[in-house]
């Protein structure tokens, strides 16, 4: 058994004082992470810090590539192939000084499976989780898996004593208003310590100087202090003034300002995310609409009417300032299953939309609710405003109510929507993760951002089949049927690809954009 500090409830984590030579980097972006619990919440922004604090098995570095982390390596059992065994990194500590064991992994991906946590999707091949020794872990699959640890990229681990020191085993239930210690403290194997936190205004991370990769990363930053800061023209004044150091969300129409500023240098890079609206196709009714007794949403004629509404074009160039790329599907480019082909299915008719919406019945249109976040996305309100005098034209007068990404994300995960702009990153690179999270049927431990109402059993089954396929040409075929099947039924009303836009002083040098958008500070180094 490890040995262990624990740590009372109401205490802080200990902290080592900063050296006299400390390099303080101020990094704000438009919206703060949700929570500290690594396994409530499964965003890009929320990763971003949890990712400074707590460490996964396997790291995708700042050019998305595989690195070893917690786990120095992995491979499927050579006489089972239902099992891959992790050999763990022996010598590393959490923040309090507890030892790092095979018996935290298990926890953590125990919890991590549970009802309230919002990574469960990602381990439902998994049948069992045992630790061999201190320091190997054998993951069991329901048959075997070939992609199982392109999973694990954000799946954080935990100090099992710690977490259940404090009162914190069971994940935070955020999306119902839940808060817990483990939501505001952190305990984690990181390069760096949580100092303070207050949510949605500051929070500083302090270099951890016991970190097992001290010397195998540049660890030229010893403070961190983030600051959210929704207002894009706020964001870029602190920037300009010198107020933060790095910005990950440079606003496009200030992209040249930036720029040609002294000392600033902006750089960008197609990001691993794709923004598209979603619409709740699969009730008989909507309160949210003024159609009595029925949902438009449900004739599939809308949906496409909708989608041909959408002028692609328009949003790249005015509201963008060239800064995306028009999608037709609902998958980056980065991704398996991804295709030209199907990406450039989508394009502005609106006579044939008219038409679709006079063969449904709404050729007088309908009025429906559009929700919108106002701080996760690149010009997120704004898109959505474009998108309402698109829509207008085909007759459908959309109600705008744009509210912070902390209310805007609960509506989706209860089913509180019926129309919705979501944003969507797929850290696994395959498709699988699309499918788990968006198509498959809502329920049990998959669907859980499904709110579509979409269900069908045969894609349901073929959904489940991709986390045991070995045959990669079966695998692929299978991805490319249930494509067809979504795009066909026009689940969802894809938008664009993001590109993001890191602005930062000329002295905060990093080896790339992450195509992750998550900047992992370890890595940076300031001249």
Same mark, same amino acid.
């Given at each position: 058994?490890?040995?262990t500090?624990?740590?009372?409830?109401?205490?802080?984590?200990v902290?080592?004082?900063?050296?006299?030579?400390?390099?303080?980097?101020?990094?704000?972006?438009?919206?703060?992470?949700?929570?500290?619990?690594?396994?409530?919440q499964? $965003?890009?922004?929320?990763?971003?810090?949890a990712?400074?604090?707590?460490?996964?098995?396997?790291?995708r570095?700042?050019?998305?590539?595989?690195?070893?982390?917690?786990?120095?390596?992995?491979?499927?059992?050579?006489?089972?192939?239902?099992?891959?065994?992790?050999?763990?990194?022996?010598?590393?500590?959490?923040?309090?000084?507890?030892?790092?064991?095979?018996?935290?992994?298990?926890?953590?991906f125990?919890?991590?499976?549970?009802?309230?946590?919002?990574?469960?999707?990602?381990? =439902?091949?998994?049948?069992?989780?045992?630790?061999?020794?201190?320091?190997?872990?054998?993951?069991?699959?329901?048959?075997?898996?070939?992609i199982?640890?392109?999973?694990?990229t954000?799946l954080?681990?935990?100090?099992?004593?710690?977490?259940?020191?404090?009162?914190?085993?069971?994940?935070?239930?955020?999306?119902?208003?839940?808060?817990?210690?483990?939501?505001t403290?952190?305990?984690?194997?990181?390069a760096?310590?949580?100092?303070?936190?207050?949510?949605?205004?500051?929070?500083?991370?302090?270099?951890?100087?016991?970190?097992?990769?001290?010397?195998?990363?540049?660890?030229?930053?010893?403070?961190?202090?983030?600051?959210?800061?929704?207002?894009?023209? =706020?964001?870029v004044?602190?920037?300009?003034?010198?107020?933060?150091?790095?910005?990950?969300?440079?606003?496009?129409?200030?992209?040249?300002?930036?720029?040609?500023?002294?000392?600033? $240098?902006?750089?960008?890079?197609?990001?691993?995310?794709?923004?598209?609206?979603?619409?709740?196709?699969?009730?008989?009714?909507?309160?949210?609409?003024?159609?009595?007794?029925?949902?438009?949403?449900?004739?599939?004629r809308?949906?496409?009417?909708?989608?041909?509404?959408?002028?692609?074009?328009?949003?790249?160039?005015?509201?963008?300032?060239g800064?995306?790329?028009?999608?037709g599907?609902?998958?980056?480019?980065?991704?398996n299953g991804? =295709?030209?082909?199907?990406?450039?299915?989508?394009?502005?008719?609106?006579?044939?939309?008219?038409?679709?919406?006079e063969?449904?019945?709404?050729?007088?249109?309908?009025?429906?609710?559009?929700?919108?976040?106002?701080?996760?996305?690149?010009?997120?309100?704004a898109?959505?405003?474009?998108a309402v005098?698109?829509?207008?034209?085909?007759?459908?007068?959309?109600?705008?109510?744009?509210?912070?990404?902390?209310?805007h994300?609960?509506?989706?995960?209860?089913?509180?929507?019926?129309?919705?702009?979501l944003?969507?990153?797929?850290?696994?690179?395959?498709?699988?993760?699309?499918?788990?999270?968006?198509?498959?049927?809502?329920?049990?431990?998959?669907?859980?951002?499904?709110?579509?109402?979409?269900t069908n059993?045969?894609?349901?089954?073929?959904?489940?089949?991709?986390?045991?396929?070995?045959?990669?040409?079966?695998?692929?075929?299978?991805?490319?049927?249930?494509?067809?099947?979504?795009?066909?039924?026009?689940?969802?009303?894809?938008?664009?690809?993001?590109?993001?836009?890191?602005?930062?002083?000329?002295?905060?040098?990093y080896?790339?954009?992450?195509?992750?958008?998550?900047p992992?500070?370890?890595?940076?180094?300031m001249?």
């Amino acid at each position: 058994m490890k040995k262990t500090m624990l740590l009372l409830a109401t205490s802080a984590l200990v902290v080592t004082p900063l050296l006299a030579s400390a390099e303080t980097l101020r990094w704000a972006r438009a919206g703060d992470s949700l929570t500290l619990d690594p396994h409530a919440q499964n $965003e890009g922004p929320t990763h971003a810090l949890a990712h400074q604090i707590y460490e996964p098995l396997i790291l995708r570095d700042m050019f998305g590539q595989f690195q070893p982390a917690l786990a120095t390596e992995w491979a499927p059992k050579a006489d089972d192939p239902n099992v891959w065994v992790f050999k763990l990194r022996e010598g590393v500590t959490y923040h309090d000084g507890a030892a790092f064991t095979a018996e935290d992994v298990v926890f953590s991906f125990e919890r991590a499976k549970s009802e309230t946590s919002a990574m469960k999707e990602l381990l =439902t091949s998994i049948t069992e989780i045992r630790a061999v020794d201190d320091f190997t872990v054998e993951f069991v699959t329901d048959g075997p898996n070939p992609i199982l640890p392109n999973n694990f990229t954000n799946l954080f681990i935990m100090d099992k004593d710690w977490t259940e020191a404090n009162g914190v085993t069971k994940v935070q239930d955020i999306a119902n208003g839940e808060t817990t210690f483990a939501a505001t403290n952190a305990n984690g194997t990181g390069a760096y310590t949580l100092t303070s936190r207050e949510p949605d205004v500051r929070t500083v991370i302090t270099m951890n100087e016991n970190y097992w990769g001290k010397d195998e990363f540049p660890m030229a930053v010893t403070e961190v202090i983030y600051t959210p800061i929704q207002n894009a023209a =706020t964001r870029v004044a602190a920037l300009l003034s010198g107020e933060v150091d790095f910005i990950q969300d440079v606003p496009v129409q200030d992209l040249g300002r930036v720029a040609e500023a002294d000392g600033l $240098e902006v750089r960008t890079a197609p990001q691993n995310r794709v923004i598209f609206f979603g619409m709740n196709s699969g009730a008989d009714d909507i309160d949210s609409d003024n159609v009595d007794g029925a949902n438009p949403l449900s004739d599939v004629r809308v949906r496409k009417a909708m989608n041909m509404a959408i002028n692609r074009d328009a949003i790249q160039q005015v509201v963008m300032r060239g800064q995306s790329a028009p999608a037709g599907m609902i998958a980056p480019p980065f991704v398996n299953g991804w =295709t030209a082909e199907m990406d450039g299915m989508s394009s502005t008719d609106i006579d044939a939309a008219k038409a679709l919406m006079e063969e449904a019945g709404y050729g007088d249109g309908f009025s429906i609710t559009l929700d919108c976040p106002n701080d996760r996305y690149i010009n997120d309100e704004a898109i959505c405003q474009a998108a309402v005098g698109m829509f207008g034209q085909i007759g459908i007068t959309v109600n705008l109510d744009a509210k912070p990404k902390a209310q805007h994300f609960p509506l989706i995960q209860n089913g509180e929507t019926n129309f919705y702009m979501l944003g969507w990153g797929v850290p696994t690179y395959d498709s699988e993760y699309i499918f788990n999270f968006l198509v498959h049927t809502r329920g049990g431990d998959r669907g859980s951002w499904n709110n579509t109402g979409f269900t069908n059993a045969d894609v349901d089954t073929k959904i489940v089949s991709l986390a045991s396929e070995t045959d990669l040409a079966a695998r692929n075929s299978t991805i490319a049927d249930i494509w067809s099947v979504v795009q066909e039924e026009q689940l969802y009303l894809p938008v664009h690809h993001q590109v993001l836009n890191w602005g930062a002083k000329s002295n905060v040098v990093y080896p790339n954009v992450s195509p992750e958008d998550d900047p992992k500070f370890k890595y940076f180094e300031m001249n």
